[in-house]
């Protein structure tokens, strides 16, 4: 999908003549590998608003937007202060008196705010904001967060004039008074008295009555598809023909030699679409003539620096830019919130959700810098006194985990194609907290559904893509962070210290040496899990891998000066 940058003005003499301006911050949020569709502005009283490479149509009426998609029927949609329709979104709804901004109940949509006396901005980008305001100020806030998970961090924006409007909330601009009015709905875990199999089929007929309703155009979507079990969920959730008679097209991208291994997330939806006798395609992330500086640009811009996973991308975007030209509206992905792993300690689970802090590695523990940092989780995301382990950890995947790190993987695609994760939806995510915690961990109430209805095709053992570790330590990337580490801003960011600790580190490594991705899943696959779990819990220690502090601190850089430059 593409971005909506969003404005109110506080009198009639500042709003005008902005158009133009709208117009260009919006091309500039364009990717540079594809010819985009046109830009649209739209003007209604004190509001401006743009809209780049619009892929599909969006709900607008007299200044409201519906930026995604809403499940089934809606009505009332832009009434201020009204029902909230269900789905992945940023809505935008006003009147002669008021605005409201909503985020969908998981923020997959991620919406950044700013107000000054002037204007007040809403915008599904950061870039457009900055640029709009025109100077960065760069928040110091993301550092421990992104060399300690890779993301910004919860509530963080690279500037420290922006919010970030936290998931199920609402925010309400008054016009006469030019003030702000926010309410945050927190989630809430309260297990039914159920039995488990009345549990597992009460969600079982939600599923079906939320995807029965979508009513999707399958000449403009397609599944993505993969070996594990949330997308063939939405495979035998999702009508195999849509109202109009086209079939269900699916999709799976990944390395050339991925397509026919045994076992591999290519192989086995492969042979998914084949049962269902559904149209298949398989996109190869093929290597690219353009050198990793170009690539790295380009995912910083798309993604604008919110997480590291450049693994899926090394391709230069281009699975992405084929989906465009070829006429992909939409990507129908498998993101849900069933309930997550039986984590063998508090660490693993803060470190997979996102917000692990510095003092949780030992290597990091002692190093001077982090701890001047004083990095601390924010209150709201510590365990509460009547929280279960289990509630706790299914509280921050859905208020970390979902609109920190699955929203800002969006975001690199969503400048291509639009996306729907259908498993997202409010009535579905309502079932699932009334579920008692054993039927979450481990996600057994959505493995049992989808056992039930499956067929005999085993599960992936394998995964198609990349490993970010064979990349990061190649010669390549290992000589641009050196080089970057010595700039002048690498200077004015990090302490001597800190910057000498880091480049004494980078030894570029033979990847074609190392042990390949798919052959240490294997050998994983292969150790019973409980056994597994006793060595862990014997022999791990958790320190940081070098490697990845460096590729952060670098993104970092990188990305403050992007923000500098397009000032």
Known sequence: MSKILYVVFNSENIRKNKKQKILEICNNLNPDNITPNPTEVEAWKNIKYGINNPVQKFMQEEGSVLFGQAFGSVTNWSEVR???????????????????????????????????EEKFIVSTSQ?????????????????????????????????????????????????????????????????????????IQNLKSILNSTFKELNLDYSLWKLSLSGGYDSRGNLLLLPKEDTNGH??????????????????????????????????????????????????????????????????????????????????GGIIRGDEVFGSYDYISEFHMKKFIGVSVYSDYQNLASIPYFQSLGQKLPDRY????Y???????????????????LSALSDLKENYVEQI?????????????????????????????????????????????????????????????????????????????FRSYLLNSLVPENTDKKMSADLFEKIKNLIPKTFKRKILKRTFTPNMDISVLNFRAFLILRMVKLFRQEQ
């Not at 199920?168 to 159920?194: H, R, Y």
């Not at 929280?387 to 790190?405: G, I």
């Not at 990349?471 to 801003?489: H, P, Q, R, S």
């Open 82 to 116: 009204g029902k909230v329709p269900d789905g992945n979104f940023a809505l935008f709804r006003t009147n002669s008196t008021h605005l409201e901004v909503v985020s969908d109940v998981v923020g997959t949509k991620s919406i950044w705010y700013y107000k000054d």
């Open 127 to 199: 870039r457009a904001i900055v640029d709009y305001i025109g100077n960065f100020e760069f928040n110091e806030d993301v550092i421990p967060w992104m060399l300690t998970n890779g993301i910004l961090g919860p509530g963080n924006s690279w500037d420290t004039r922006l919010k970030l409007l936290e998931p199920d909330s609402s925010l309400l601009l008054n016009f006469s008074n030019w003030e702000l009015k926010k309410e945050v709905q927190e989630p809430q875990f309260k297990a039914n008295k159920c039995g488990i199999k009345e549990n």
């Open 247 to 328: 079939k269900l097209r699916t999709l799976t991208w990944g390395r050339k030699d991925s397509e026919n291994k045994q076992g591999s997330d290519a192989q086995v939806a492969q042979q998914l679409a084949n049962k269902f006798n559904l149209p298949h395609s398989y996109l190869e992330l093929e290597e690219t003539d353009e050198n990793f500086e170009i690539i790295f640009n380009r995912f910083l811009k798309n993604g604008e620096g919110r997480i590291d996973h450049i693994g899926g991308y090394l391709d230069g975007f281009k699975i992405w830019k084929k989906l465009f030209e070829t006429g992909t």
């Open 382 to 385: 510590k365990r509460m006194e």
């Open 387 to 405: 929280e279960s382990f289990a509630q706790w950890r299914d509280r921050l995947y859905e208020t970390c985990y979902v609109p920190l790190r």
């Open 421 to 497: 994760n259908p498993l997202l939806s409010r009535q579905i995510i309502n079932a699932v907290r009334k579920l008692p915690d054993e039927l979450r961990t481990d996600k057994k109430a959505w493995k049992s559904i989808v056992n039930q209805d499956s067929p005999n095709i085993p599960f992936a053992n394998s995964s198609s893509t990349t490993s970010v570790q064979n990349v990061i330590k190649g010669k390549e990337v290992v000589d641009l962070i050196m080089l970057e580490l010595t700039t002048d801003l690498a200077k004015e960011i990090f302490p001597e210290e």
